[in-house]
Nanobody
Framework: QVQLVESGGGLVQPGGSLRLSCVAS????????MGWYRQAPGKPRDFVAR???????NYADSVKGRFTISRDNAKNTVYLQMNNLKPEDTAVYYC??????????????WGQGTQVTVSS
């Protein structure tokens, strides 16, 4: 009943930019913190960035100064602006959200991911 849908992934050359979007939906669903994680083949899923309901942000050291997370609370949407992309940024990027539905418990949700490939 709760769905997170990512979009905006694709193929880009080193130094290029992409903007990822994630829309959270569901009847009576309220979103609190939202974030982005990524997973490369053969590697664990790693934290990338997170934004709280009040707008506070956290970033992995590897993306600080290059990536920016933002959100539109009215649309239950989170964005990840990725600049100066590097080959090591290649991964499937997953949207994550802490939220709840009416009369429900706070829970953690995942999207299905969007592929980002940085290559010449």
């Amino acid at each position: 009943q709760v769905q997170l849908v990512e979009s905006g992934g694709g193929l880009v050359q080193p130094g290029g930019s992409l903007r990822l979007s994630c829309v959270a939906s569901g009847s009576g669903f309220s979103v609190y913190a939202m974030g982005w994680y990524r997973q490369a083949p053969g590697k664990p899923r790693d934290f990338v960035a997170r934004i709280g309901g009040g707008g506070s942000t956290n970033y992995a050291d590897s993306v600080k100064g290059r990536f920016t997370i933002s959100r539109d609370n009215a649309k239950n949407t989170v964005y990840l602006q990725m600049n100066n992309l590097k080959p090591e940024d290649t991964a499937v990027y997953y949207c994550n959200a802490d939220g709840r539905i009416v009369l429900g418990l706070l829970a953690n949700y995942w999207g299905q991911g969007t592929q980002v490939t940085v290559s010449s």
